[in-house]
C-alpha cells in the first residue's frame, strides 16, 4: 500500500525495477527492486498525480496530472529533463526509437490552432528532452500513444485515430 492511500497507475517493470507512482494525489514516485520488493529510490515531485512510466535506455518518463512530463535515470532517479506542458495532462507517455511522445493540452500562445484543436502530440529526444516536432489534434490522448514499425498511432477522446511518422512527425 502506497502512502498517500491514492489511486496508482500501473506500474511498469524495467530491467530489475518496478517503477510506479506514489498515487494520483500524490507527489511521489518509487522504483522496488523486482525479485525483493525493497526500495530502489524514490521522488518527490514538483507536480502531482504521476502516471504509468515508459523507459527505454537507462531512460523512464511520465507524466504528472498536473502538467509535467519528467525523464529520469532509471538506476538511480535522478532528474534528467522536465517540461512543463499544461494542465491536466491525461494520458501516459510512450518512447520509440529515442523520442518521447506525448500529448498536452495547447494554448493560444502554441501558435495558430486550427479549428477544431485542442490539444498537441509533442516527440521529444528522450536524453536532452529537446522538442522534435509537435502536431495538433482534437483532443486529449486516450491511455498512451503506440509506437510501432516507424509510426505512432494516438486514439484521442474524440473518437480520432491519428497516425505520424515517429522521425518527422508527418
Same mark, same amino acid.
Given at each position: ?13 524495467? *530491467?530489475? *525495477? ?5 498515487? @494520483? *494525489?500524490?507527489?511521489?514516485?518509487? +522504483? ?16 502531482? /498525480?504521476?502516471?504509468?512510466? +515508459? ?14 512530463? @519528467? ?10 529533463? =522536465?517540461?512543463?506542458? /499544461?494542465?491536466?495532462?491525461?494520458? =501516459?507517455?510512450?518512447?520509440? /526509437?529515442? *523520442? ?19 490539444? +498537441? ?7 536532452? /528532452? +529537446? ?25 484521442? @477522446? ?13
Amino acid at each position: 500500500t502506497m502512502p498517500s492511500g491514492a489511486p496508482v497507475a500501473t506500474p511498469a517493470i524495467y *530491467r530489475d *525495477r518496478v517503477l510506479v507512482s506514489g498515487g @494520483f *494525489r500524490s507527489k511521489q514516485f518509487y +522504483a522496488f527492486a523486482v525479485e525483493t520488493g525493497d526500495p530502489v529510490w524514490g521522488l518527490q515531485l514538483d507536480d502531482d /498525480g504521476p502516471s504509468t512510466p +515508459a523507459c527505454e535506455d537507462e531512460v523512464c518518463v511520465w507524466n504528472t496530472e498536473s502538467c509535467t512530463v @519528467f525523464a529520469v535515470d532509471a538506476k538511480t532517479g535522478k532528474q534528467l529533463w =522536465a517540461w512543463w506542458l /499544461g494542465d491536466p495532462l491525461m494520458s =501516459a507517455p510512450s518512447i520509440a /526509437g529515442g *523520442r518521447v511522445f506525448t500529448s498536452y493540452p495547447a494554448q493560444a500562445t502554441d501558435g495558430e490552432m486550427p479549428p477544431g484543436a485542442t490539444h +498537441a502530440l509533442i516527440a521529444l529526444d528522450l536524453h536532452s /528532452g +529537446a522538442i522534435e516536432w509537435q502536431k495538433w489534434i482534437d483532443a486529449d490522448v486516450m491511455s498512451a500513444p503506440v509506437a510501432i514499425d516507424g509510426f505512432i498511432y494516438a486514439a484521442t @477522446f474524440a473518437g480520432t485515430i491519428y497516425q505520424f511518422d515517429q522521425k518527422s512527425g508527418e
